[in-house]
């Protein structure tokens, strides 16, 4: 559809201006990640995301905030393919999630909550065997594995089985696992949790690499702390709904508090960690 209109516009030279129009329109698009239109998932009479309207920009490293039962995971889960919404739509790159599925995997990659690694395998063959389902081949698999390895703090560990991981390092695998094929959009449920001070921040400079190759990256957490430390934006949810959207600080300078914490109390009249 999309280049259909691009062909025309190089071909018609009669109809220039409509078709510079519609040009733009193609432009406008593929400036947006992910476009999420209406979106709501109900679990038998649960509400889990209520008309969720959301777009995320190329490049953008957005989070998504909220207390446990908020509809993080489920939100992440609806937008990488692996759960149907009750309705609406997500796009990614102008692809429809549900329907253009082959296209969409090919872009992202994947950390989600429960970590999904082979326990009798060892670090570097769980992510050779990623590799391979990508379809990558074995040169790239091996420099892609040291890179993340390394990058991941677990080169010492990766001819270990991750059966006899720490919950961490598993954590840190799923990260790796995640980029082993360089995507060009990443989701992360709650990449950080049960990470040592340390891995944290490597972990969130590993991030921030990403994002400064030019990636785009979805993430959830309830530590308000990395909210602020990576987002370029972030959406608080509250009980499936958006309650806020906006850069850190703008949010927090809007509603007269100190830190993203607040944000959250001042919105809520509830603390966040109380729920945890
Ligand atoms: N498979 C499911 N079946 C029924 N209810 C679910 C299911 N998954 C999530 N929920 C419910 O949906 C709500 C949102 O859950 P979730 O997306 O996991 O929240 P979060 O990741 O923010 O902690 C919760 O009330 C949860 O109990
Ligand atoms: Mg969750």
Not at 144 to 152: E, I, W, Y
Not at 223 to 244: F, N, P, S, T, W
Not at 258 to 268: A, G, M, P
Request: hydrophobic share 40%; net charge positive; glycine share 8%.
């Amino acid at each position: 559809m999309r280049l259909q209109f691009l062909f025309f516009k190089f071909t018609s030279k009669h109809e220039t201006k409509f078709f510079a129009a519609k040009s733009l329109t193609v432009i406008y698009m593929s400036e947006s990640a992910i476009k999420i239109q209406n979106l709501n998932k109900k679990f038998e009479d649960k509400l889990a995301v209520e008309n969720l309207n959301l777009e995320v920009a190329k490049g953008e490293l957005f989070g998504l905030l909220g207390p446990n039962g908020a509809g993080k995971t489920t939100t992440i889960n609806i937008l990488c393919g692996l759960i149907k919404p009750t309705s609406g739509t997500v796009q990614i790159h102008g692809f429809d999630v549900q329907n253009d599925t082959q296209k969409v995997k090919e872009l992202i990659g994947v950390c989600i909550q429960e970590t999904a690694i082979y326990p009798y395998l060892s670090g570097k063959e769980n992510l050779e065997l990623f590799g391979k389902l990508y379809g990558m081949n074995k040169k790239a698999i091996k420099e892609r594995s040291n890179l993340l390895l390394n990058k991941m703090g677990l080169a010492d560990d990766a001819k270990r089985v991750t059966a006899k991981y720490s919950g961490g390092m598993k954590r840190r695998l799923s990260l790796a696992l995640a980029f082993i094929h360089d995507p060009q959009i990443a989701f992360l449920d709650e990449p950080t949790v049960a990470m040592d001070p340390q891995s944290r921040h490597a972990v969130w400079d590993f991030i921030k690499e990403q994002k400064n190759k030019g990636k785009t990256i979805v993430l959830t957490t309830h530590y308000m702390e990395e909210a602020q430390e990576l987002c370029d934006r972030v959406g608080i949810i509250d009980h499936g709904k958006l309650i806020a959207l906006g850069v850190p600080s703008e949010l927090i300078a809007k509603n007269h508090v100190k830190n993203l914490e607040e944000v959250f109390i001042q919105l809520t009249g509830r603390n966040i960690r109380e729920e945890l």
